[in-house]
């Protein structure tokens, strides 16, 4: 008994071992990409156009590699950001397109998007989670049919529309506002049909109980159910600031002013230019994705509820 | 009072205009940027741009696109990425859901680390995986286009033009930049798979696992005769979501191959935006869009089917 028992337990610790064996491998193909980046982002041109290509620039006309003979650079970073001297209180300034202007931009774009998309979404979701009226399913199966249309043909009708509304002079309308509205066409029907079924999970029981108490139903909507929603409405927030950061494809065909450019847009400053700036560009990628990557390990839990429930639903 | 009260929970139909004003801010936005634009395309579509402005060319745009070798091309590419993307992708992803299932200890870790590709834009990733094969200076290049290794001259990946087809024209096998990609989209779309295999494999109940297991079931058998049927409607919803996901993503095409080399790379999607934005038949765009949206459609009524199935018998 004795030894079956410690037969037993040598045989899930191997399982044990195998099943972390393979998590470490898995973990180390989807880290391999991202890390080559980051290793070219980090080197100097001269190691970047290397012929057979190194993998880290440390080798010596003697040796291999060589600790000490490491040639690790920032010229990549310095492209992008391109810090100047300066009198503020950081002694430098950062005077890059990407941090100057299109991170901004996008800053703009992501949130505002965002809010307004929970804003909207967090009503309709809520009406059609409590409510029954005529058109109800249809509204909501027209919802999700909307997406099936192809993106990039809606882009034919929108740039059209674009033009048209920058010809119109009106006053104090810029691309911005445009794209604003059209990001949050883009994620309103995915995050309406989130915010339901997170509106469907809060029981109907404690409204009611509001509005036996004396509470009108937007009044109950507003201090009883938005409350409970919250990390739900949160989700979707989240999802839709991901998702206008980093959308390219939108941005690139309607953004018509340079100091209006997004981020991924910005990005393509650095592709035109020839091969070798390898570690500028590499720069840019991780520059731009790590504020994602940052606030996604923040907020992961968010994220992977969001994920689920929005993939069951749509 | 009571009247308030009966209204609101009366199931039927609700006198209140309250569901209606919560929902028309979203129903205005969704005409304006979703359904305007695919009415629209839907009338570009039957139209031809001439120097005077449009006519009406009824289906000649269907039958031109038919015409054209560059379409059934592009078809069978498409068929051979979403095949390749959508079994590579879950299959992978069910083997890592089986791993994270087996490992609670440490499972949070893992999957922090293996959900951070989701989160990079399509357009970065498509940029990252070309970094590592730009020819020469590339660090894949520098083992692929060694002749010692892949005889007789070594490979580049973004320049090797497709292998003789096998069957007539169909694009198999496929060129290596289209293997490529394919491993690029499914290491992007791993975490999300894996994410909803995992949900629905924790679904699973533990008793009938373990009763199975104590009526002699090998852990081979466990997997394919209960994990699997019950886990196939997620699964079913995964490949339906991947499969729309590919017909319709083209940042990452974009960024890594931009359709080449020659054509090898170019999907329905991708073709789309060519035609449309760099040859500017728009007329024959929409019409191609047209066809890729009934696709969708398709593709979401599957996936509305599958859950509602799912939610029926709990």
Redesign the interface.
Same mark, same amino acid.
């Given at each position: 008994m004795n030894m079956k028992n410690s037969l037993l337990i040598t045989r899930r610790q191997r399982?044990?071992l195998l099943?972390?064996l393979?998590?470490i491998l898995?973990?180390l @193909?989807?880290?391999l990409?991202?890390a080559? !980046?980051v290793?070219?982002s980090f080197k100097k041109e001269q190691d *970047?156009?290397?012929? #057979?290509? *190194?993998?880290f620039p440390c080798d010596t006309p003697t040796q291999a590699f060589d600790w000490s003979a490491c040639r690790w650079s920032v010229e990549g970073y310095d492209r992008v950001l391109a810090p100047e001297p300066a009198s503020n209180w950081l002694g430098f300034e950062l005077t890059g397109n990407m941090i100057r202007t299109y991170i901004p931009n996008t800053l703009l774009y992501a949130t505002t998007t965002s809010f307004l998309v929970v804003i909207?979404?967090g009503?309709?979701g809520? +009406?059609?989670s409590?409510?029954?009226?005529?058109g109800h399913r249809f509204?909501m =199966?027209s =919802?999700? +049919? =909307?997406?099936?249309?192809? $993106? $990039? !043909?809606?882009?034919? +009708?929108?740039y059209q529309?674009g033009v048209r509304l920058r010809k119109a002079n009106i006053p104090l309308y810029d691309d911005r506002f445009f794209i604003i509205?059209?990001y &949050?066409?883009?994620f309103?029907?995915l995050s309406?049909w989130i915010a339901k079924g997170f509106f469907d999970a809060i029981p109907r029981e404690l409204e009611?109980a509001a509005?036996?108490d004396?509470c009108s #139903? %937007?009044g109950a909507l507003w201090r009883v159910t938005m409350p409970l929603a919250a990390p739900g409405l949160m989700a979707v927030f989240l999802l839709t600031f991901?998702g206008v950061?980093?959308? @390219?494809?939108a941005g690139y065909?309607l953004i018509s002013r340079n100091d209006h450019k997004n981020v &991924?847009f910005g %990005?393509y400053d650095f592709?035109g230019q020839n091969?070798v700036n390898?570690q500028v560009? +590499?720069a840019a990628?991780i520059l731009?994705?790590l504020p &994602?990557?940052i606030?996604?390990?923040f907020t992961?839990r968010t994220? @992977?509820k969001a &994920?689920?429930e929005g993939? =069951?639903?749509? | 009072m009571r009247q308030l009260l009966s209204r609101y929970k009366g199931g039927g139909q609700t006198q209140t205009s309250l569901p209606f004003w919560l929902i028309l801010p979203t129903i205005i936005v969704l005409l304006a940027i979703q359904v305007y634009p695919a009415l629209y395309t839907a009338w570009l579509s039957l139209q031809e741009r001439e120097p005077t402005g449009w006519t009406f060319v009824g289906v000649e745009n269907y039958k031109r696109l038919f015409g054209t070798s560059l379409f059934s091309e592009s078809i069978g590419h498409t068929i051979v990425f979403l095949v390749g993307y959508t079994s590579v992708t879950l299959a992978l992803g069910f083997i890592i859901a089986l791993l994270l299932n087996g490992n609670v200890r440490l499972s949070g870790f893992y999957i922090t680390l293996l959900f951070i590709p989701w989160i990079i834009a399509d357009i970065l990733v498509g940029l990252i995986f070309r970094l590592m094969v730009v020819p020469d200076y590339g660090l894949l290049s520098g083992i692929l286009q060694n002749p010692k290794i892949i005889p007789p001259n070594g490979l580049s990946v973004l320049t090797a033009v497709r292998p003789t087809p096998w069957f007539g024209n169909f694009a198999f096998p496929p060129a290596p930049a289209m293997d490529f990609l394919i491993l690029a989209s499914a290491w992007r779309a791993l975490p999300f798979v894996t994410l909803l295999l995992l949900a629905a494999m924790q679904t699973v109940p533990s008793e009938i696992i373990e009763s199975s297991r104590i009526d002699g079931a090998n852990g081979r058998q466990v997997i394919r005769h209960i994990m699997i049927p019950l886990m196939l409607p997620t699964m079913v919803v995964a490949l339906f979501s991947l499969t729309l996901s590919g017909m319709n993503g083209v940042g990452m095409i974009f960024s890594l191959t931009g359709g080449g080399p020659g054509t090898s790379t170019e999907v329905l999607s991708y073709m789309l935006y060519s035609i449309g934005w760099d040859r500017l038949q728009f007329g024959r765009a929409a019409a191609l869009a047209l066809m890729i949206a009934v696709v969708n459609w398709l593709l979401i009524s599957g996936t509305l089917r599958v859950t509602r199935l799912e939610d029926r018998n709990p």
């Open positions: 399982t044990n099943i972390n393979g998590l898995v973990t @193909f989807a880290m990409p991202i080559t !980046t290793l070219v *970047v156009t290397r012929k #057979p290509p *190194v993998i909207l979404a009503l309709s809520y +009406a059609f409590r409510y029954r009226f005529r509204l =199966i =919802i999700l +049919a =909307i997406t099936g249309v192809p $993106l $990039l !043909t809606n882009l034919l +009708a929108l529309m509205i059209v &949050m066409g883009f309103l029907p309406v009611e509005l036996i004396g #139903p %937007l991901v950061w980093n959308e @390219f494809i065909l &991924m %990005l592709l091969i390898l560009l +590499a990628c731009i994705a &994602m990557v606030l996604f390990l992961r994220f @992977f &994920m689920v993939a =069951i639903k749509g | -």
